[in-house]
């Protein structure tokens, strides 16, 4: 049985490649539970081959954590980034 969250995305990977003007940059996003009931979004960008840069936003709750990732995600494929 699904619960409602499930079926919703946790974590995405997308990737802007334009070998044109040298942009290999990756956009990594995911929810993971806390040890207190609360969700935090874990972000990660970079260069493509790099272990990139780290944000991690803190919810109260999950359904906050994967507005929050749908936003960032809709934001990053206006700019280009692809699955």
């Known amino acids: ?3 409602q969250f499930d079926l919703f995305p946790t974590e995405v990977l997308l990737r802007r490649i334009e070998p044109a003007t040298n942009k290999w ?3 990594h996003l995911s929810i ?3 040890l207190f009931g609360d969700w935090c ?3 990660r960008w970079g260069r493509i081959g790099t272990s990139g840069q780290l ?3 803190w919810f109260t709750s999950a ?3 994967h507005d929050a990732l ?3 995600e809709q934001s ?3 700019r280009g980034y692809r699955d």
Request: proline share 0%.
């Open 63 to 65: 359904g906050q954590a």
């Open 32 to 34: 993971e539970g806390g």
């Open 41 to 43: 979004l874990v972000r």
């Open 76 to 78: 990053k494929r206006k």
């Open 25 to 27: 940059r990756f956009y």
């Open 70 to 72: 749908a936003i960032l």
């Open 1 to 3: 049985m699904l619960g």
């Open 55 to 57: 944000k991690l936003d």
